[in-house]
Nanobody, 119 residues
Framework: QVLLQESGPGLVKPSQTLSLTCTVSGGSITTNYAYWNWIRQPPGKGLEWMGAITYSGRTYDSPSLKSRTSISRDTSRNQFTLQLSAVTPEDTAVYYC???????????WGQGTQVTVSS
């Protein structure tokens, strides 16, 4: 059983950079073919894929976020991190991390963390 746990601030001011960490247990983030993803859900809206980092460290970002995202990892801690710059209230959402094991579907999710952007 792979467990993912998001952590980070619940409140961020507009124009600041949001930083979230996903801590993984029960499996290594360097396991072959796995993609480690960030996904969010704004209130009243559907899920939005934000980006991912692969087992080898390659990153992918959603074009819709206009290069505001940066995803990195710390293999010694088995964690990966999302940074979202220049946040606005429209970035208010529940943020999830999830694993895609190379099959095209997400098999393990974190419980999600609420982030509110407000002054």
């Amino acid at each position: 059983q792979v467990l993912l746990q998001e952590s980070g601030p619940g409140l961020v001011k507009p124009s600041q950079t949001l930083s979230l960490t996903c801590t993984v247990s029960g499996g290594s983030i360097t396991t072959n073919y796995a993609y480690w993803n960030w996904i969010r859900q704004p209130p009243g809206k559907g899920l939005e894929w934000m980006g991912a980092i692969t087992y080898s460290g390659r990153t992918y970002d959603s074009p819709s976020l206009k290069s505001r995202t940066s995803i990195s990892r710390d293999t010694s801690r088995n964690q990966f991190t999302l940074q979202l710059s220049a946040v606005t209230p429209e970035d208010t959402a529940v943020y999830y991390c999830a694993r895609e094991p190379g099959t095209g579907t997400f098999d393990f999710w974190g419980q999600g963390t609420q982030v509110t952007v407000s002054s």
